[in-house]
């Protein structure tokens, strides 16, 4: 079994090797490691879009906005990807964001698995029927796991989650109130111990 260094440093000089800059290259090492330390198919899908973009060609997108849609063909799900990981928070403000025509969507979750982290907010992201919600960068929930992800998408929709509590305002006092029964309070001999904790010689 390949070590989850083995597989960031081997997409990291691929990468480097087909043409993206280093800094970019590091960006998509870090990404497919992120796949399959979640389970996905980070390699395999690399390693086709790789394939296809020596006979393809596809559109880089600079600057995200609410709608985006490529000129001809599919966006680059790696220019795509850090794009949208160095505007995160610029574009996090946004009620809905969508794209239209994306190559090989799994390598792009991966950037907005990165993202999440760096907003501190839930992803959750709709394409062609299926759902995935992107946790801060700690799991991804799908149910794509074991299965062969499409090799394009033709709407994606992104949407961040303002964090809030799962459970009520009773909930929580409730259970705060139980908590309240370990509290214990401070006594004159407590208070003493601890002022001259280490200072009384038992040899």
Not at 132 to 158: C, D, E, H, R, Y
Request: aromatic share 12%; glycine share 6%; hydrophobic share 35%.
């Amino acid at each position: 079994m390949r070590s989850l260094s083995e597989i960031e440093t081997t997409a990291k000089r691929a990468s480097r090797a087909i043409g993206f800059s280093w800094g970019e290259s590091e960006e998509i090492g870090k990404s497919i490691r992120l796949l399959e330390l979640f389970g996905l198919h980070g390699i395999k899908s690399l390693n086709q879009y790789y394939k296809e973009k020596k006979k393809k060609k596809f559109e880089n997108l600079n600057l995200i906005n609410k709608k985006n849609k490529p000129s001809l063909g599919f966006f680059c799900p790696i220019t795509l990807g850090i794009s949208f990981l160095d505007q995160v928070k610029s574009i996090e403000n946004f009620e809905n964001i969508r794209f239209t025509n994306i190559a090989y969507p799994l390598i792009f979750l991966s950037f907005l698995s990165r993202a999440s982290e760096v907003s501190g907010k839930k992803i959750h992201v709709k394409f062609d029927r299926n759902e995935v919600l992107l946790n801060l960068n700690v799991n991804i929930s799908t149910n794509f796991f074991n299965k062969v992800f499409p090799k394009s998408a033709k709407i994606i929709q992104i949407k961040f989650i303002n964090n809030q509590d799962n459970f009520t305002d009773s909930e929580w006092n409730n259970l705060y109130k139980l908590a309240e029964d370990t509290f214990v309070e401070e006594s004159d001999s407590l208070k003493r111990g601890a002022a001259g904790a280490g200072l009384t010689d038992n040899d």
